[in-house]
């Protein structure tokens, strides 16, 4: 089974970058199912029932979140009634929404997770324990498990793939925009990759116009964060699963941008 999953979509560009690049994506590798990050997807910050229905129509099967799930005030209105969008499962009890969702997949049941990490960002429920109650509940019905951990620490993301290691698929994580270079299958058969990368404006600072974050920076005053316009540029892993284990078999990065694209 191949999944392929797209880093964090960032505004409009990032949705148009999606639009281009996906269908030649599909065409190559032949995926079986096609997951996104989709947290910042509408102006950068949250997402809209129009915006999730856009990419449920090019052919994606699941959305996942993170810390601006609630930046976009519509997905209250939808979150309940979508089982193929999910938020980080560690959020408080009551909050609405899943933090995991199930999909079949050539064949098999797939199980998506989604985390948030809790180092340099709001203190949630324990993503350790929070994972462990759902493969104590979910994991033995599903053949494939596959882990959004949307985290800031590169430490607690390399921990949690440690500690899933051998007991999920894939643990893939998002939130730093910036793809890492450490796509590796553990000794265990789960596949790891520290941060996927981004969707969207390439030369913005991590997405938004590089004034705003460069006035933060210089004097340590409050500064409106906008979305970057321009030329996109486009992040993404291909996991290849076996049939017979459900774990990994290898993990591979996808790193494009609108200067050389080139459409299969």
């Given at each position: 089974?191949?999944?392929l999953?797209i880093?964090?979509?960032?505004?409009s560009?990032?949705r148009?970058?999606?639009?281009n690049v996906?269908?030649g994506l599909?065409?190559?590798y032949?995926?079986?199912?096609v997951?996104?990050?989709g947290?910042n997807?509408a102006?950068g910050r949250?997402?809209n029932q129009a915006?999730?229905?856009e990419?449920?129509?090019q052919?994606?099967?699941g959305?996942?979140m993170g810390?601006?799930?609630w930046?976009n005030?519509?997905i209250?209105?939808?979150i309940?009634?979508?089982?193929r969008l999910i938020?980080p499962?560690?959020f408080p009890?009551g909050?609405p929404?899943?933090g995991?969702?199930?999909?079949?997949?050539a064949?098999?049941?797939l199980?998506v997770?989604n985390?948030?990490?809790?180092t340099?960002?709001?203190?949630?429920?324990c993503?350790?324990?929070?994972?462990?109650?759902?493969?104590?509940r979910e994991?033995?019905?599903?053949?494939?498990?596959f882990?959004?951990?949307?985290?800031?620490a590169?430490?607690?993301?390399?921990a949690?793939?440690?500690?899933l290691n051998?007991?999920?698929?894939a643990?893939?994580?998002?939130?730093?925009?910036?793809?890492s270079?450490?796509n590796?299958?553990?000794?265990?058969?789960?596949a790891?990759?520290t941060?996927?990368?981004?969707?969207?404006?390439?030369?913005?600072?991590l997405g938004m116009?590089?004034?705003?974050?460069?006035?933060?920076?210089?004097?340590?005053?409050?500064?409106r964060?906008?979305?970057?316009e321009?030329k996109?540029?486009?992040?993404?892993?291909?996991i290849e699963l076996d049939?017979?284990?459900?774990?990994?078999k290898s993990?591979q990065?996808i790193?494009?941008?609108?200067?050389n694209y080139i459409?299969?």
């Open positions: 089974m191949k999944l999953f880093g964090d979509i960032v505004g560009v990032g148009k970058a999606l639009k996906l269908p599909k065409s190559k032949r995926p079986d199912v997951l996104v990050n947290e997807a102006h949250g997402i915006i999730a229905r990419f449920f129509d052919g994606v099967h959305i996942t810390n601006h799930t930046d005030r519509e209250f209105d939808f309940d009634d979508e089982p938020r499962a560690n009890y909050t929404g899943n995991y969702m199930s999909l079949k997949a064949g098999k049941d199980l997770i985390l948030q990490g809790r340099f960002l709001p203190p949630l429920d993503p350790f324990q929070t994972v462990d109650a759902i493969l104590e994991g033995g019905r599903h053949q494939y498990i882990v959004d951990f949307h985290a800031e590169t430490s607690e993301k390399i949690m793939g440690w500690y051998g007991r999920v698929s643990v893939v994580g998002t939130h730093t925009h910036v793809q270079n450490d590796r299958v553990l000794p265990g058969g789960t790891y990759l941060d996927v990368g981004m969707v969207g404006p390439r030369d913005g600072i116009e590089q004034e705003g974050v460069m006035h933060r920076f210089l004097t340590q005053l409050p500064s964060f906008v979305v970057d321009g996109w540029h486009f992040h993404a892993a291909l049939e017979q284990t459900g774990l990994a993990i990065q790193r494009t941008d609108e200067d459409s299969e």
